[in-house]
């Protein structure tokens, strides 16, 4: 439990459980046992949907005032060739309907609950359809839908799964300008988990195109539908850089030499959100990836598959010859029948007009060479990287050196059991593995590496701890996985003296 934040996990509890309650209406009916005339069960849920997208559409159409009797008459339109129901009954379902969104006495509906963030019970008051008119005359009350009652149907739509990401990205942006640093952090997580549910499912979409497209209808379904994500993926990657962008400047203004103790925690968190959208945004960028791949490759590979599947099923003799021979057949039929398998007409003529044609004339002097100044580039950054990675390097030797003394490190598997132990952060970095990957290629290695090998440059610092020593790095035959991201093969270390 130490690294949950229960504050935070219990943080807007009540806004959850009032989402929650606006579902109940719908569970209620589906509890209710109303039969029609066949003695069949009515889908009493089912109906109180249709109830909310009927209202729903009446209010697009700007007609607010909406009656029992106008939800009668499409509900029988609905279920005429469903249920067995007059219209008698049905008028006492759509009452029923509106009194469970909306009780007779007039008051809100309630939900009771224990709030786990204050530890009080609790009530939520909602309303799904209000009250909207009376005519006297006719003695007509008429309804429409309430805020809660589009909440609720707005919750039962694709959309907030479609565009989930881009949505989080509106909220953490808003978050960062007012200051809520902590739920802006707790935002980027929640992006990282919709990203790993987005990958998966773009994984399972993969086997389903090789496995699914029987048609060409399905092909273009398929096609389309991975356009659009390809779109969408864009969009929300121009949205990561501009969001990086963003955090960038708010970081800088929080910084400054006479930092006060509040500004101070809240630019650990600006660094700490930058650091964890960064992974995110690398994550995303392998769904752009995934998504062209699935475009090119999969795509390819399914309409091939559809197309060698309608030639295995073409019988030559059955569909072509035997519709030739059983029936006599009008010569401009049978030249229909056989024009797809005749080839093109070719002749070979020549026209003594080609001589007047206009000429190619090529020039067969060999092209003179032309020379050009190399540009200069900034590798400013390229060179900042550099450094930044070779203290890295520097660091874990001197963390290896330490655990190699204490026999502690014989292997690439025993100091990563060690590291576990003690320092786990390391193995979730993606230069340690690429530390080892660059030692192994270069070894046996010494300080002396340094002067043979320009690719060991930046390992001069880490190099130089281990003086006139040799370091040799043998790799096993196991597979390494103690991080979901990264797997490297084991490797047998050995450091001795040169001379040995």
Do not use: C
Not at 25 to 32: D, Q, R, S
Not at 101 to 122: A, D, I, V
């Amino acid at each position: 439990m130490e690294t949950i934040d229960i504050k935070d996990l219990t943080s807007g509890y009540r806004d959850r459980m009032r989402r929650l309650a606006l579902m109940e209406p719908l569970e209620e009916l589906k509890g209710k046992q109303t039969k029609d005339a066949n003695d069949r069960r009515i889908d009493m849920r089912g109906l109180g949907m249709l109830t909310l997208l009927f209202f729903f559409e009446r209010r697009l159409s700007r007609e607010y005032k909406t009656s029992a009797s106008n939800l009668t008459n499409f509900l029988l339109e609905m279920t005429f060739d469903t249920y067995n129901i007059s219209r008698s009954q049905m008028e006492k379902i759509a009452r029923n309907l509106i009194t469970t969104y909306r009780p007779s006495e007039g008051k809100k509906r309630s939900f009771q609950f224990f709030n786990w963030e204050t530890k009080q019970h609790e009530e939520i008051e909602y309303s799904i359809l209000k009250d909207n008119g009376f005519d006297a005359k006719t003695q007509t009350q008429y309804y429409t839908l309430d805020e809660d009652g589009l909440e609720l149907l707005f919750a039962t739509k694709e959309f907030y799964s479609e565009f989930q990401i881009s949505i989080n990205q509106l909220l953490l942006k808003q978050q960062i300008r007012k200051n809520q640093f902590h739920d802006a952090l707790r935002q980027v997580r929640e992006m990282e988990l919709n990203v790993d549910t987005l990958r998966e499912s773009i994984e399972k979409m993969k086997l389903e195109i090789l496995r699914s497209i029987v048609s060409e209808e399905t092909y273009e379904r398929y096609k389309k539908l991975l356009e659009e994500a390809y779109l969408r993926f864009e969009r929300e990657d121009e949205e990561f850089k501009a969001l990086r962008q963003f955090i960038t400047e708010t970081r800088d203004t929080l910084y400054s030499d006479n930092m006060e103790k509040k500004e101070a925690r809240s630019y650990q968190l600006i660094i700490k959100i930058e650091e964890e959208l960064e992974a995110v945004h690398y994550e995303h960028a392998r769904l752009l990836e995934l998504t062209t791949e699935l475009r090119t490759t999969a795509l390819e590979a399914a309409q091939e598959s559809l197309y060698y599947t309608g030639i295995q099923l073409f019988n030559f003799e059955q569909d072509i010859v035997s519709t030739i021979l059983a029936k006599p057949l009008s010569p401009d039929v049978m030249k229909g029948v056989t024009h797809p398998f005749l080839k093109i007409e070719q002749n070979a003529r020549w026209s003594p007009l080609t001589v007047f044609a206009e000429q190619n004339i090529v020039d067969e002097r060999k092209e003179q060479t032309v020379y050009h100044f190399i540009e200069a580039t900034d590798d400013t950054e390229q060179n900042e990287y550099r450094k930044w990675l070779s203290e890295k390097y520097a660091q874990l030797m001197e963390k290896f050196l330490l655990a190699y003394e204490a026999d502690k490190a014989n292997s690439l598997k025993e100091w990563m059991d060690e590291l576990e132990r003690i320092e786990p952060s390391f193995i979730g970095k993606r230069y340690f593995y690429s530390f080892w990957l660059l030692i192994h290629q270069s070894s046996p290695l010494t300080y002396d590496t340094l002067e043979t090998h320009d690719g060991e440059t930046i390992l001069k610092e880490a190099l130089s701890q281990i003086g006139n020593k040799q370091l040799i790095v043998e790799e096993q035959r196991d597979i390494l996985r103690y991080n979901k991201k990264y797997s490297i093969q084991n490797m047998k270390i050995v450091l001795k003296e040169k001379n040995e």
